[in-house]
């Protein structure tokens, strides 16, 4: 008998249609409270690290150069106190096929789907991300379908997004490109159940262990240009996914000093899922957006449970404004010779200013770059952001930027100023999310463990979050 496909009727069976699309069944991890099993769910991908850096070198990913930035470095320099400026490298991940870091997560997704018998492969997904999966299907001989969330209602689409949907086709993925608004999850649902294919989600375990080998190179290759571990990696953050596997492998390497850095651009005010504001913004990824949301409730992403969970590993998150981070893609052109796109260059814009707050033997590292063309470039990004009415300007960034109205280029790089971001306020809100969605009105032991290791805090500052929100009254 042919299933119903109204909206409700593939909603409600989201469940099963996840277990098949994704051979794991997330019940295996869950406590019946608010704790689960999240080391349980990473170990059950069946891949080492070891092994996931063999199927990575098998298809163009893994093993690219770490550059230090020694022009760039020089500049912070000269706007940091005497003896303070650290050294700047960048991760060079738009070597890998498909021209990012998200390469890492489709081939360690694609070569699992292949193994378990999957014809073919689909994600949901408007960022590299989808060109990274049609990338991987392709080399490894899958299927590919990719569900974008592209236009707003007048059927206009941010340059960014439009250039990744042309990278999907030229891979020979069909693209199935939707309006923003609450379909997207419907349409992938469907597309799901209707092809039998596998759900190459960013938010999976395959995903994430392919990301560990990111963290894992940047400690071994510091270690060999520089003879010591990172004092500082910076991560652009969206869905958090970078930063978790960025860590995982960091602490696999054995590095336990690093301070991990999550960097978005500052996007207050501005509503993703807003079809007024969709085309009003200069960034697609790396954002307070997603990067916010996610962080504070990582699980209302396309799997029952993410394994991406930024605020587990993340000691600071900073924010940058789109104005600066387009000044820092220009510097990086114009002193290093490198021209990248903007999502690592979100963290490099953070970088810059961070580095002013270490001495000059430290070592700071960008945890990626990506490539760039068409769409990612600053002249037609701020020429679609002139004729959706944003002014552009140059000044004070931090003064003066106002997301969704201008767009604030700074006056001179002692402009370029990251700032932190309250991480408590995130740690409280995830903790009264996470409770508040398990419905329950006690707490185990095991609970109160997990929400601390949640928040990369301890038990107390749990408690202490509990009395002060008025929660388990
Ligand atoms: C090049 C690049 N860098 C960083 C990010 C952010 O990664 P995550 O969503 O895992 O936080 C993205 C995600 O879209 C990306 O495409």
Known sequence: MALAKDYKSVMGRSNDIMKEALGLDYNDFES?????????????????????????????????????LRNLSALARKYAKPGYGARIFAKDEAANASGSFKARRAACAVAHA???????????TSGNYGAAVASQAAMQGLECIIVQECYDSRGVGQPEIVEKARKCEAYGAEVIQLTVGPELFYTFLS????????NASLYSPFGIAGVETLGYEIAMQCRELVGKDPDMVVCTNAGGGMITGTARGLQK????????????IDLTGLHMASDGQFNKKSCTTGHTGFGVPYATDPDHSDVPRSAARPLRYMDRYVTVKQGEVMYMTEALANLEGIERGPAGNTALAAAFSLAQELPEDAVIVISETEYTGAGKHIQPQLAFARENGIEIKFGDPVAEDNPGVNIVLPKDPSYIKAQDADINRFRKSLIKKAITKAGVSELTDADYEFLAVETKTDVDFVKKAIDELGLLK
């Open 191 to 198: 597309v799901l159940e209707d092809t039998g294919y596998f």
């Open 32 to 68: 019946g409270s608010v704790a689960f099993d999240y080391e349980a769910l990473m170990k059950a991908t069946g891949y080492t690290l070891d092994e996931v850096a063999k199927i990575q070198a098998r298809t163009a990913v893994g093993n690219t150069p770490l550059i230090e």
């Open 253 to 264: 390497a054995g590095c336990v000093n690093t301070t991990m850095v999550a960097a978005s």
């Open 114 to 124: 292949k193994k378990m018998g999957y014809k073919g492969v689909i994600a949901a």
